[in-house]
Structure formats: structure tokens, C-alpha cells
């Protein structure tokens, strides 16, 4: 589609219902201006946020991040205003979050590309453009308009999927590449909300019975310390392991559609359960008499009382219901400054050592990280 002036597109969000909040981060700002300077636009831009400096985008995300100006970067503050969207009174059909981070043009000579990168999230799909500029052609009042109408442009497309820039706006060599995911209805109803737990590939209507061996974790990326985990546990439990991904996280914006399908196709063909479960207490309520399999790290935060709002009774109380209300915990200890953390050595509440399994450092140690592996690939890429 032809991207429309701004009066139009407000008109046409408008019309459908739409409410928005957008960010804009390293370029792209204008589109901001362009909207709210249209009487009415109250209606539909909900909020307009400008997180310029990176600790602003590390608060925004719930901390710092691999890259600041990349597809991924600009899905997760799309998913971030999608959710402040919601915050502010949208319903989860009307809900929009698009974002722009763009590298452009600065006082020195930029050393990368100069690049824009822009998404928008809605119930239904998530979308992501990039384009990378011809470098040092523009100035940077001219990189600033094509970032902003780029951003306008997907907004407008966002429930279409076909982004048709003006004629002569892109230089020879530029190419707008755009990915977009559609949301099984699984998906939607877990950001949505109604769901607390879908298989993510299976029936739609699957529950999780008691009983099971889980093995819950962000798994950015699924390595073979994970899969060495869960060997081990499931010679121990005598059970199949399933894993778990929350969607949701406490304190950072949900997983966005791209990177649910991308982190679900490292199981395939093992069980996945997607969930908006971000704390242990609520993996316990839908995975009832499980056992779950975790590291030391994520044993010791159980009984924490950073995690429960820095109250200790709120704390007591979690240990309590965990020890109750599960079958018992597989705990792996791992390697830390070159030295094997084991995790029966750790100080925690009598309640979570009488139910956990302490897994030693003869039955298991592989010495992975996945940071590392994300700062790997990362720099793969960008080589």
C-alpha cells in the first residue's frame, strides 16, 4: 500500500479502532510529532516515548542488551509499547506498539552502516522492516525523515503486511526487508491473556496433567547443557521431561511472535509448553505434583526475597507452598570462575532441601553459558 500522510493514517487507525503507543529510539522521533499535531490524535496515540540514552532503553526492557539498534531490539520495545498500550486502557484487539531504532548519521564518522530498524506489534502478528542506508548519502535531517516515514508506513501496513514506500524515496541499492509472523490462536490467547499454558505444537485444547517432569527456562538459546539436564533428570524422575517458556517475564516486555516461533523450533520434535507463567509460583499452579528440573541459580532465587518484592515473609511463604505443592525439585549445579557449584552446598531453607534432588558434579558438568552463545552468534553476524 502507498504510505498515506499522517492526517490519513490517523484517520484510518481511527476507523479501525486502533490504539497506540510508539517509541522511537536513535532516529525516527518526527513520526511522534507528525501524529500528535493532528487535532483528534488523542483518540489513537495513546503515548509517544523517547528513549534516547541507553540506560532509558535498559529501564524500558528490563536491562541492558545485546545490541541497541537491531530487528530484534526494535521487536521487543514494539512489544514493550504493545503492552503499555494495554496499561493505558486498550483492549487487547485494538492494542498496537510500534517502535524504530535506527544508527544514523552523528557528529563523527559512524563506523558501522547506518541502519533503521522497525516494528510493530499487535495481537495478531508481529512485524519488523529493515532497511540499511546508503552511507553518508543523506544528511542527517534526511536519514531522520526516512526513518520516521518508515515508521509511519508500517504502522499503516500493520494489518496488512504489504509496506509500499513513496517513489524515489529509497536510493539504488536500498531494500526495505520486511519479515512478518502471524499468531496462532494459541499465541493470541496467551499474550491476550485468557490462556495460562498452550502447547506449542499440539492440540489447542491441551492441558498439562499432574505429575510430570518440567523443565522450565528461557532457553535463548536451547544448548546441550539443557538437553545433557534433561537426560539426567529423566533417568532420575523415570519420566518423559516437557519443557517450559514463559512468554511473560517479570520485569521485560513479553516474547514477541518471532521470537516465540523462533526459540519453539529448537524442541521440535520435543513437548514445549508456552506459558504466561513468570514466576515459580504460577509454573506450579499449572503444572500441579510436578517435578521440575532446574540450575542452582534458579534454586537459590526461590527462596530470595528479592523476588517476592523484598518481603522475607512473602518469601517464607513461597518456599512453603513450593515445598507442598510440588513432587520434588532435580537441581544441577554449574561451573562459576572456573569452579563447580555444588548445589547441595547451597544455603537455602530446610523446606526446599528435604524436596530437592541434588544432582553432583560426577552425574553431570558441561560448561556452557547461554550468553556466551548469544554473544557469539552475535558477533557472527555482525562480522
Known sequence: MTHPDPAALLHGLESAGRQVVLVATGGGAAALSQLVGIPGASSVVLEGLVPYARPAMDELLGGPQETYCSARAARRLAMAAWQRARDLGADAPRAMGAAVTAGLRTRQPKRGAHRVHV????????QVVSLELDKDARSRAEEEGLAATLLLAA???????????????????EEVVAERVEATPSWQALLAGPQAAALAAGPVDAVPEPGGLVFP???DPLHEGHLLMARVAEEIAERPVAYELSITNVDKPALDYAEIR?????????????TRAATFLEKIAI???STFVMGADTFVRL????????????ARDAVRTIARRTRGLIVFGRVRDGVFLDAAQLDVPKELREVA???????FRLDISSTALRRDALAAVEA
Do not use: H, K, M, N
Not at 262 to 274: I, K
Open 287 to 289: 503444572f500441579p505434583e
Open 217 to 219: 527456562g528461557s532457553f
Open 262 to 274: 523462533d526459540r519453539a523450533a529448537q524442541f521440535a520434535p520435543r513437548a514445549l509448553w508456552l
Open 119 to 126: 516494528a510493530v506489534q499487535t495481537l495478531t502478528a508481529t
Open 303 to 314: 527462596a530470595d526475597p528479592r523476588y517476592y518484592q523484598g518481603s522475607r515473609e512473602a
Open 155 to 173: 504502522v499503516a501496513a500493520a494489518d496488512q503486511g504489504d509496506i509500499e514506500l513513496p517513489p524515489g524515496l529509497l536510493r539504488p541499492g
Open 357 to 363: 534432588y541434588f544432582v553432583s558434579e560426577r552425574e
